[in-house]
């Protein structure tokens, strides 16, 4: 009698078991109110409230954040009476110059190369136009609330970097545009960047502007 | 009077006590063990996305940074997915044309975002994240893995409570330079002890391991 008993009773507690252990899709809901899932929103979740199902909503059209509604002076837009500002209107420290490289090496050479000669691997693979050598005489003379004006809304082909970086790390990659456009010597990356920039750029008959030869730079 | 059990009877009673014990322990311990298994934390398991997104492409062939991509990671919880309009940067309709991005095209056209699959998931009682991570010189591989020689992203970590309560009592042998962080392959200059020593102290690193770090 206590055998059977016993059987029944081992059996009915390791049904939940064998539920919870079952392959089904649904098994992050059968797990028996262990708080796996809650009733909330998650980024990327499925909602049923809205039109297109998603629980991440893109902000109405023409919404303005706290920081930018406040930040309408040359530091925010990089422009003053009209014209874009001939120089940062931010003070640089040391510090931010480094954030600036480490900004620009991660979002700006991918395509304009190591060293902004315009070589990446990812040119090599772009029909023309490709993107240009940042060292430019050209580019040089440009104001820096240009590169600001590109870096914010996209230029041409250029995708716009305005979510990616906030307007003082933009600054800070422009101070360090700035750094690489006057410096003269090369680390190795830089100096594969510029070769490489030749090469694609003198294959490249659409290409207007001419990249500085590999050999300006020792 | 008779005995009312046969003789045998004690043998049958010792074999059901050894049973019995055996069961007891040895049931906790075998769901113990397999909760821990690849197979329960859903471990290597490649995972089918709507677009064969290869990051062997764009990591190792294209040397993008994994934040030009999972570009909220070093200021928010999530690392974030790239929405489409980062993909267009690069797949616009003149470069690089491909049917494989048909969705994307159409993504960008409707302004449905791609319904990428999760792959790496904590219960909704944990909370993550990133950017700690990442400003205290956590590297991706740390707990991604080799990203960089995925053909489709898999959880290469167990992301049970004992794994981030290990590194979280002694990060030290789990640490790299701030530079570091997105590298794949890294090895430490000099014995990984010593200089995540350094590491832990150059940048403050605490060891959380209050319940509420995590539960809150």
Same mark, same amino acid.
């Given at each position: 009698m206590i055998s059977t008993r016993a059987v029944i009773g081992l059996a009915v507690a390791f049904c939940p078991l064998a539920l919870a252990c079952g392959d089904s899709p649904e098994r992050e809901r059968l797990d028996f109110e262990r708080?796996?899932?809650?009733q909330r929103y998650d980024l990327y979740g499925k909602s049923g409230v809205f039109a297109n199902h998603q629980s991440m909503q893109a902000p109405p059209t023409g919404t303005v954040t706290r920081e930018s509604a406040l930040d309408t002076g040359a530091?925010?837009?990089?422009?003053?009476?009209g014209q874009p500002v001939a120089s940062v209107p931010v003070s640089l420290t040391p510090a931010q110059l480094v954030l600036g490289e480490r900004k620009f090496t991660i979002y700006c050479a991918v395509c304009h190369g190591a060293g902004g000669f315009g070589g990446s691997i990812v040119a090599e693979n772009m029909g023309p136009p490709r993107p240009p050598s940042l060292r430019s005489d050209s580019l040089a003379a440009r104001p820096?609330?240009?590169?600001?004006?590109?870096a914010t809304h996209g230029k041409g082909r250029m995708p716009a970097y305005a979510v990616e970086l906030t307007p003082m790390e933009r600054w800070a990659v422009i101070g360090y545009i700035r750094m690489l456009q006057q410096s003269r010597t090369l680390t190795p990356a830089q100096r594969a960047d510029s070769l490489r920039a030749a090469a694609i750029h003198s294959s490249d008959s659409l290409f207007s502007e001419t990249p500085r030869a590999a050999g300006a730079f020792p | 009077m008779a005995a009312l059990f046969p003789r045998w009877a004690n043998t049958v009673v010792r074999a059901t006590l050894v049973a019995a014990t055996c069961t007891? =322990?040895?049931?906790? =311990?075998?769901?113990?063990?397999?909760? /821990?298994?690849?197979?329960?934390? $859903?471990r290597y398991q490649p995972v089918a996305q709507p677009i064969a997104f290869d990051h062997r492409i764009h990591v190792t062939g294209q040397r993008i940074d994994c934040r030009y991509c999972h570009f909220s990671v070093e200021r928010s919880a999530s690392a974030g997915i790239p929405p489409s309009s980062?993909?267009? %940067?690069?797949?616009?309709?003149?470069?690089? /044309? @491909?049917?494989?991005?048909?969705?994307? /095209?159409? @993504?960008?056209a409707t302004g449905q975002a791609i319904r990428w699959s999760r792959?790496?998931?904590l219960p909704d009682f944990v909370y993550f994240n990133h950017a700690i991570h990442v400003a205290k010189g956590v590297g991706c591989e740390t707990c991604h893995g $080799? =990203?960089? $020689?995925?053909? #489709?992203?898999? !959880? #290469?970590?167990?992301?049970?409570? @004992?794994?981030c309560v290990d590194c979280h009592r002694d990060p030290a042998p789990h640490l790299r330079p701030l530079s570091e962080?997105?590298?794949?392959?890294?090895?430490?200059?000099? %014995? !990984? $002890? #010593?200089f995540g020593e350094e590491l832990v102290r150059e940048n403050n690193v605490r060891s959380l391991t209050n319940c509420t770090t995590c539960h809150r």
């Open positions: 708080m796996r899932l809650q530091a925010g837009t990089g422009m003053s009476g820096d609330g240009y590169i600001f004006d590109v | 007891l =322990v040895g049931v906790p =311990v075998a769901l113990m063990a397999w909760v /821990r298994t690849p197979n329960a934390t $859903r980062t993909c267009v %940067a690069c797949h616009s309709d003149t470069w690089m /044309r @491909s049917s494989e991005l048909a969705l994307v /095209r159409a @993504s960008i792959v790496n998931a $080799r =990203v960089d $020689r995925m053909a #489709a992203v898999y !959880q #290469a970590a167990p992301l049970t409570m @004992s794994w962080i997105t590298t794949m392959g890294w090895t430490p200059p000099t %014995a !990984q $002890r #010593a």
